[in-house]
C-alpha cells in the first residue's frame, strides 16, 4: 500500500518468508474462491479491503501464483539437493504493480439507454 492506503502491489514468497504450509499455485488458486476475512477485530473495514482485494485482482494474484512455481522449479533445478522452500536466499518470488484507478479505468460498461441498467460489463486489459 501507498501512503494513502491504495494497494500499489501484489508480491509472492517462498515458504520460509511467511512460515506457511507451501500449496502448489493450482491448489491455492481453487482456494481463492473461498477467502475471505470474516472477523470485525482488529478492524472491519480492514477485512472488508482486503476480501475485496483479493476478488479485484484475482487473475493478477493466479498469475504471480503460477509464476511463484516456476521461480521454485528454477531453483530447485539450479540447487540440487538442498531445500528450496527454507532456503534464505530466495524470498520474494514476484511481484507486480496494481492500481485500482487503471482498473476502474479499464472497464468498458455498457448502460441500457431505457432503463439504465448495466447489460455488460467487459474488463479490456489482462489482470
Given at each position: 500500500?501507498?501512503?494513502?492506503?491504495?494497494?500499489?502491489?501484489?508480491?509472492?514468497?517462498?515458504?520460509?518468508?511467511?512460515g506457511a504450509i507451501w500449496y502448489p499455485a493450482?491448489?491455492?488458486?481453487?482456494?481463492?474462491?473461498?477467502?475471505?476475512?470474516?472477523?470485525?477485530?482488529?478492524?472491519?473495514?480492514?477485512?472488508?479491503?482486503?476480501?475485496?482485494?483479493?476478488?479485484?485482482?484475482?487473475?493478477?494474484?493466479?498469475?504471480?501464483?503460477?509464476?511463484?512455481?516456476?521461480?521454485?522449479?528454477?531453483?530447485?533445478?539450479?540447487?540440487?539437493?538442498?531445500?528450496?522452500?527454507?532456503?534464505?536466499?530466495?524470498?520474494?518470488?514476484?511481484?507486480?504493480?496494481?492500481?485500482?484507478?487503471?482498473?476502474?479505468?479499464?472497464?468498458?460498461?455498457?448502460?441500457?439507454?431505457?432503463?439504465?441498467?448495466?447489460?455488460?460489463?467487459?474488463?479490456?486489459?489482462?489482470?
Amino acid at each position: 500500500m501507498d501512503s494513502w492506503g491504495y494497494p500499489i502491489g501484489l508480491l509472492a514468497c517462498n515458504r520460509w518468508v511467511a512460515g506457511a504450509i507451501w500449496y502448489p499455485a493450482p491448489a491455492l488458486i481453487e482456494m481463492l474462491d473461498w477467502f475471505s476475512v470474516d472477523h470485525a477485530y482488529p478492524s472491519w473495514p480492514g477485512k472488508l479491503w482486503l476480501s475485496a482485494m483479493f476478488k479485484l485482482f484475482r487473475t493478477r494474484i493466479e498469475a504471480l501464483l503460477n509464476h511463484r512455481d516456476q521461480v521454485i522449479a528454477a531453483w530447485q533445478v539450479k540447487h540440487p539437493g538442498q531445500d528450496v522452500f527454507d532456503d534464505r536466499t530466495l524470498e520474494i518470488t514476484g511481484f507486480l504493480h496494481v492500481s485500482v484507478d487503471y482498473w476502474v479505468y479499464s472497464l468498458d460498461v455498457q448502460v441500457d439507454s431505457t432503463n439504465g441498467y448495466i447489460i455488460k460489463i467487459q474488463y479490456s486489459l489482462i489482470g
